[in-house]
C-alpha cells in the first residue's frame, strides 16, 4: 500500500471536528431509518419473510449505490461536487417528514416487486444521498488539507453503533412513530446545514493535490477481490453469529442489537488514528477463534450466557482483524471511493449469502461454521512462538509437517466416533479434542493447517452430532423464520423445537397418547380449560379459529361438528404439522382442516368468513414478539373477527419478556373483559408432558368471560396491570419496559 499523508499538527481542529460531527451524524440517521421503517411497515405488509428479504436488499441495494455514486462524483471538482451534493439533498428533503407512501398492497401483490417499490418511492433519495456521506466526506477532508481521511470512517461507525443503540433504548421507548418521523426529519436539517459548512472549505480543484490527492494507477482485480472478501466475511457473520446464538445456544430479546453492535464498533477501532488496540486485537484473534470453536456447540448446564457472550467477541475480534487488514490495505485517497464501494459490495455478498442463500442451501447453520473458517484463512497472524514460526517461512520440510498436521488433526476430529477400532467414547473425543487444541496452537501462522485444525476442533466439540441430525431425513427443517429440528425426549415423546424454543411435543405410544394435548397446551392450561368450556358455552356447531400451527396440538381438542379454522405464516411450519412420519396431531384429529398461510392479522383483515366463537392467538415464542399482534389495533381486528359473545384466547408464555400488561393495557383501552390462567403443573403432570403456561382469556361480553370462570373460579386471576403503562398501539410500542431482568 502506498503511504498516505497523516494529518498534521498544524492542521484546525475545527475542521477535523466540523467533519467528524457531520459523517457521524449521517451514520446515527442511516442507523435510524431502518428499524423505523420496520415498525411503520409491520401493521401494513405483516411479518412474512418476503417482506423483510425483500426490504433488506432494498436496503443493501440503496448501500451500494450510495457508495457507486460518491465514487462517481469523484471526477468532479471538489467545489461541484459539493454543489451537486446540496441540490440532491434539497431535493430528498421533499419527501419529508420522513415515512412511507399512502399505498396500501392489494392481496394478491407480490412482496419481491411491491416492497421494493413502496420502499425505495418513501426513503429511497432520502437514505441514498445520506449512505453516500461516509466515502464522500472522507474524500473532502483529504483534499482540503485535513491529512488521512481514513480514520473519519471510525467516526461514521460510532456513529452507526449510536443509532443501533438510541432506537430500541431510547427513541422507541420514548417517542411515538409520528414524533420520531419529525425528530429524524429536523436531524436530517441540521445534518444539512453540517454539510454546508464542510462545503465552504473546498477548494475550487485538485489541480495543485497534496501528497494525500496525487494520482495513482486503479488497485488490480487482486486487490479488488481481497478487499471484497475481508469485507464479506464479517457482514456475513452478523447475521450468522445471530442466527446461531438463537438457535444453538440462547433466545433474549433485543439479541440481534449485540452482534450488529460489535460489528460497528470493530470498524471504530480497525480504522482508527492509533493503532496499538487494532494490532493487539489481531495478533490475539487466532487464539480467541480457537476457543471459540472450542465452545461453539457445548451443551452445559448454566453456560448459555457464558457461549454467547464468547461468540460475540469472537465476532468482535475477527471483525478487527479483517478490518484492520482493510485499513491496511487501503489506497491513497485518490482511489478511497472505489475502496469504500468494493466494501460496500462485500458487504452485499455477506448479507445476501446468509439472508437469502443460506436457508434455501441449508436447513442448519452451516454458514456460520463456513464463514469462521473463512475468518481463519483470512486473519493475518504470526505464530507467537518464534522457532515454530520459523517452521512456517516455506521450504519442503514446512510442508511436509504441514500436510502431516492436516492428517493428524483429521485423524483426531473422527477418533471419537468408534473408527480404528476405537470404541465411540467421550473420553476419547475429549483427549482428541485437547491434542487439536494445541496442534491448532503451533498451526497459528500456518494458514492451511490452522483451517484444518479449527474445522477440526469444531467437529470434535459438538459439530458431529448436530450434522448426524442435519443428515437424518424429516430431522431438521429450515426456512426463512429460522431452524426447526425435531428431537426424541426419552423413548416416549417427540419434541418441535424452533431454535432454543420449545413449540410442540407428542407423546409416543397408544394412539390415545398421541392424541394427548401436552407442553402448553395441556388440559389443565388456560386453552385447555377454554376448550372445554366451547361446547357449553357455544354449542356443538362452535367456529374456532387458531393463529399459529405449531406441531398442531390444539387439533386434538376438535369435535364432531365444530368449525375450525389455522393461520400459519410459515409453510415449513404446515409440512411438519401435516406430516404423520414426524406429529399426528392434524392426520389423527383434523386432517382436512383448512390452513391459511400468510400473516394472521393481514388475513383477517381481509377475510369475509364465519366469524370465530373462540379465536386462539398463539403466534409467540421466546424473544420473538409479532408486535403488530398485540396493539390496539390489532385487537380491534380480533373484535371484529369475533362473534358478539366470542372468546378470544392469547397465549403470553415467556421466558424473557413478561406480555401482561400489554394485554391488560389492550383490553382496558378496546373494553374487554379479562382473566389469566398461571397453570405451573405438579411432578405428576410433569410425567405426562404438561408445561407450564400463562394463557389470557378476553371476551368483549362479561357473560361470556364469567361463564368461562366460573367453571374453574379458583383457576382464573383478574390480570394485574402496570401503572403507567401506554398500551401498544401501531404508532408506538417498546420490548424494553417489558424484559425480565431477573429470572
Not at 400 to 405: D, H, M, N, Q, Y
Not at 545 to 562: D, E, F, K
Not at 620 to 633: A, G, V
Not at 711 to 729: I, M, N, S, V, Y
Request: hydrophobic fraction near 50%; aromatic fraction near 10%; proline fraction near 7%.
Amino acid at each position: 500500500m502506498a503511504t498516505v499523508a497523516m494529518v498534521s499538527s498544524g492542521e484546525p481542529r475545527s475542521m477535523r471536528l466540523r467533519f467528524v460531527a457531520t459523517v457521524f451524524t449521517s451514520s446515527f440517521l442511516l442507523f435510524l431509518v431502518q428499524p423505523m421503517m420496520a415498525r411503520m411497515a409491520l401493521p401494513r405488509l405483516g411479518g412474512a419473510p418476503s417482506v423483510w428479504n425483500s426490504a433488506m436488499l432494498v436496503y443493501q441495494g440503496l448501500l451500494l449505490a450510495g457508495y457507486g455514486y460518491a465514487h462517481w462524483l469523484g471526477r468532479l471538482s471538489p467545489r461541484a461536487q459539493a454543489s451537486a451534493h446540496l441540490v440532491l439533498l434539497a431535493l430528498a428533503a421533499f419527501t419529508l417528514p420522513i415515512g412511507l407512501i399512502a399505498a396500501n398492497p392489494p392481496a394478491d401483490a407480490n412482496p419481491f416487486l411491491w416492497v421494493p417499490w413502496l420502499l425505495l418511492a418513501s426513503i429511497g433519495p432520502l437514505f441514498l444521498v445520506v449512505s453516500a456521506q461516509a466515502p464522500l466526506f472522507q474524500r473532502w477532508f483529504s483534499v482540503s488539507g485535513g491529512g488521512d481521511p481514513y480514520p473519519l470512517y471510525a467516526a461514521s461507525n460510532l456513529g452507526s453503533f449510536a443509532g443501533l443503540l438510541s432506537y430500541p433504548l431510547v427513541v422507541e421507548p420514548m417517542l411515538t412513530l409520528g414524533e420520531q418521523r419529525w425528530l429524524w426529519s429536523g436531524a436530517y436539517g441540521l445534518m444539512v446545514l453540517l454539510v454546508c459548512r464542510c462545503a465552504l472549505g473546498l477548494p475550487g480543484s485538485t489541480a495543485t493535490p497534496s501528497v494525500a490527492e496525487t494520482k495513482v494507477s486503479g488497485p488490480g482485480w487482486r486487490t479488488l477481490v481481497t478487499w471484497v472478501a475481508l469485507a464479506a466475511v464479517p457482514s456475513g457473520l452478523i447475521l450468522s453469529t445471530t442466527l446461531h446464538l438463537t438457535t444453538d445456544i440462547v433466545a433474549m430479546p433485543l439479541l440481534w442489537v449485540l452482534p450488529l453492535g460489535a460489528y460497528l464498533l470493530s470498524f471504530t477501532i480497525a480504522f482508527g488514528a492509533r493503532r496499538g488496540a487494532a494490532e493487539g486485537i489481531s495478533r490475539v484473534a487466532p487464539l480467541v477463534l480457537l476457543i471459540a470453536a472450542c465452545c461453539l456447540f457445548l451443551e452445559v448446564e448454566g453456560f448459555a450466557l457464558a457461549a454467547a457472550g464468547i461468540s460475540i467477541a469472537c465476532l468482535f475480534v475477527l471483525s478487527v482483524a479483517l478490518h484492520s487488514q482493510l485499513f491496511d490495505r487501503r489506497p491513497e485517497p485518490g482511489q478511497l471511493t472505489l475502496f469504500y464501494l468494493a466494501m460496500s459490495v462485500g458487504g452485499v455478498i455477506g448479507g445476501i449469502f446468509c439472508a437469502l442463500i443460506a436457508p434455501l442451501l441449508f436447513n442448519w447453520t452451516y454458514e456460520h461454521v463456513l464463514l469462521l473458517l473463512a475468518a481463519a484463512a483470512l486473519i493475518a497472524s504470526r505464530n507467537p512462538f518464534g522457532p515454530i514460526a520459523r517452521l512456517w517461512n516455506g521450504g519442503a520440510f514446512g510442508s511436509r509437517l504441514t500436510l502431516a498436521g492436516e492428517v493428524l488433526a483429521t485423524l483426531l476430529a473422527v477418533s471419537g466416533k468408534g473408527v480404528f477400532g476405537l470404541p465411540a467414547s467421550a473420553a476419547v473425543s475429549h483427549y482428541a479434542l485437547l491434542a487439536i487444541l494445541v496442534l491448532a496452537i503451533v498451526a497459528i501462522g500456518n494458514r492451511p493447517l490452522f483451517v484444518v485444525c479449527v474445522a477440526a476442533l469444531m467437529l470434535s466439540a459438538g459439530c458431529w452430532e448436530k450434522l448426524e441430525l442435519s443428515a437424518s431425513p424429516g430431522k431438521m427443517t429450515r426456512s426463512y423464520f429460522g431452524i426447526y429440528s425435531i428431537r426424541q425426549k426419552g423413548e416416549d415423546a417427540r419434541i418441535l423445537v424452533h431454535g432454543t424454543t420449545v413449540h410442540g411435543m407428542q407423546n409416543l405410544g397408544s394412539p390415545a397418547r398421541q392424541r394427548m394435548a401436552t407442553s402448553y397446551y395441556a388440559p389443565l392450561s388456560g386453552v385447555g380449560l377454554a376448550m372445554a368450556a366451547i361446547e357449553p358455552l357455544f354449542g356443538p356447531r362452535a367456529h374456532v379459529h387458531v393463529i399459529g400451527l405449531g406441531a398442531g396440538t390444539l387439533a386434538c381438542y376438535a369435535r364432531p361438528g365444530q368449525s375450525w379454522t389455522i393461520y400459519e405464516i410459515d409453510p415449513a411450519i404446515v409440512r411438519i404439522a401435516k406430516d404423520p412420519r414426524r406429529f399426528t396431531f392434524l392426520s389423527g384429529c383434523l386432517p382436512n382442516v383448512p390452513i391459511l398461510i400468510g400473516d394472521a392479522r393481514l388475513t383477517l383483515e381481509r377475510g369475509n368468513g364465519a366469524k370465530a366463537d373462540v379465536l386462539v392467538v398463539d403466534a409467540f415464542s421466546s424473544d420473538s414478539i409479532p408486535m403488530h399482534l398485540l396493539t390496539r389495533e390489532a385487537f380491534e381486528v380480533y373484535r371484529s373477527h369475533l362473534s358478539d359473545r366470542g372468546l378470544l384466547l392469547v397465549h403470553i408464555s415467556n421466558r424473557s419478556l413478561d406480555l401482561e400488561p400489554v394485554i391488560a393495557a389492550a383490553a382496558t383501552a378496546g373494553g374487554w373483559e379479562a382473566r389469566l390462567r398461571a397453570y405451573r403443573p405438579g411432578a405428576k403432570e410433569r410425567a405426562q408432558n404438561y408445561g407450564a403456561s400463562d394463557w389470557i382469556a378476553l371476551s368483549p361480553n362479561r357473560s361470556t368471560l364469567g361463564a368461562l370462570v366460573a367453571r374453574d373460579p379458583e383457576d382464573w386471576r383478574p390480570l394485574h396491570p402496570r401503572a403507567r403503562f401506554a398500551p401498544w398501539t401501531d404508532d408506538y410500542a417498546s420490548l424494553l419496559p417489558l424484559i425480565r431482568w431477573h429470572s
